[in-house]
């Protein structure tokens, strides 16, 4: 089946950018989706279609993808960004086509 | 503005069976596919299936197939997930997620809490 793979932990400063990878064997062929999810909370949308935002996200998330990695980015970092950061992708043809990346938690130091 | 409204905590016998509820308001429930997500404590999340409300067709993922048996009540715009033969390795919240028109989920339930134990 198809892996995602996130580093578990990535720490930043508030006001800086963080990034946040996806590697897998030809991501960037797939249509990548980023959720945010803060402890005792349902998962949520931040980025969906490698780099579309929902409605109501802030501009400072942002993401790409191309050949092996797929990257969300948060620009000017804030205390509430601080949560797990899941990438998902769908693997048509799979006996297991919803996959998500093992999560990485985001800290701001 | 959509909402989804899960069942409540559960807690479990191995073996036994457990279905969790959630009601979709705000948008046209057959209108959408609904998947299940888990989430085991300290864990990641793990996609378990789907379901379109319109024909009540479903796909689950292998891990589960046998176990799981995803319905809907479109009379009460309600999809409904069972879980058969809980192991207690089945502990887990257990989301359901609107399908965002290209395989992402866009709005989720708040999770119910099942607790498989002896």
């Known amino acids: 089946s198809y892996v995602l793979t996130q580093p578990p932990s990535v720490s930043v400063a508030p006001g800086q950018t963080a990034r946040i990878t996806c590697g897998a064997n030809?991501?960037?062929?797939?249509?990548v989706h980023w959720y945010q999810q803060k402890p005792g909370q349902a998962p949520v949308l931040v980025v969906h279609d490698d780099g579309d935002r929902p409605s109501g996200i802030p501009e400072r998330f942002s993401g790409s993808n191309s050949g092996d990695t797929a990257t969300l980015t948060i620009s000017r970092v804030e205390a509430g960004d601080e949560a797990d950061y899941y990438c998902q992708v769908w693997d048509t043809y799979s006996d297991h086509p919803g996959v998500f990346g093992g999560g990485t938690k985001l800290t701001v130091l | 503005q959509v909402q989804l409204v899960q069942s409540g905590a559960e807690v479990k016998k191995p073996g036994a069976s457990v279905k969790v509820s959630c009601k979709a308001s705000?948008?046209?429930?057959?209108?959408?596919?609904m998947h299940w997500v888990r989430q085991a404590p300290g864990q990641g999340l793990e996609w378990m299936g789907w379901?379109?409300?319109?024909?009540?067709?479903?796909n689950y993922a292998q891990k589960f197939q046998g176990r799981v048996t995803m319905t809907r009540d479109t009379s009460f715009n309600t999809a409904h997930m069972e879980l058969s033969s809980l192991r207690s390795d089945d502990t887990a919240v257990y989301y359901c997620a609107r399908d965002g028109e290209n395989w992402y989920f866009d709005y989720w339930g708040q999770g119910t809490l099942v607790t498989v134990s002896s």
């Open positions: 030809n991501i960037g062929s797939k249509s």
């Open positions: 379901i379109n409300p319109s024909s009540g067709d479903t």
């Open positions: 705000g948008y046209t429930f057959i209108g959408y596919f």
